[in-house]
Nanobody
Framework: QIQLVESGGGLVQPGGSLRLACAASGTSRSFYAMGWYRREPGQERELVAQTFSDGSSTYYTDSVKGRFTVSLDSAKNSVYLQMNTLEPEDTAVYYC???????????WGQGTKVTVSS
């Protein structure tokens, strides 16, 4: 059974930084696409960042450009999200996902909560 496990969430003050990590297990294949969604209370799920193992492209939602960096380690089947200059609006539960090449099914982590507050 494929599992993705996130870590690194927590409480941080505005302007601070956090690094989220997500590691996959239960498969010998490496994901082609990995990234992060977030869901704020009462809001729809939002794609925050996505990257691909072939380096073809990287996506960031506008509100995090210049502050967040997504990176993928195919050897470890892991994805990371470095979040700098955090704002209260970044408060959400962050979910990592992975998708294999040519497949539409996404595998999800359980979520890690990020709270940005003074």
């Amino acid at each position: 059974q494929i599992q993705l496990v996130e870590s690194g969430g927590g409480l941080v003050q505005p302007g601070g930084s956090l690094r989220l990590a997500c590691a996959a297990s239960g498969t010998s294949r490496s994901f082609y696409a990995m990234g992060w969604y977030r869901r704020e209370p009462g809001q729809e799920r939002e794609l925050v960042a996505q990257t691909f193992s072939d380096g073809s492209s990287t996506y960031y939602t506008d509100s995090v450009k210049g502050r967040f960096t997504v990176s993928l380690d195919s050897a470890k089947n892991s994805v990371y999200l470095q979040m700098n200059t955090l704002e209260p609006e970044d408060t959400a539960v962050y979910y990592c996902f992975g998708r294999f090449f040519t497949e539409t099914t996404a595998y999800w982590g359980q979520g890690t909560k990020v709270t940005v507050s003074s």
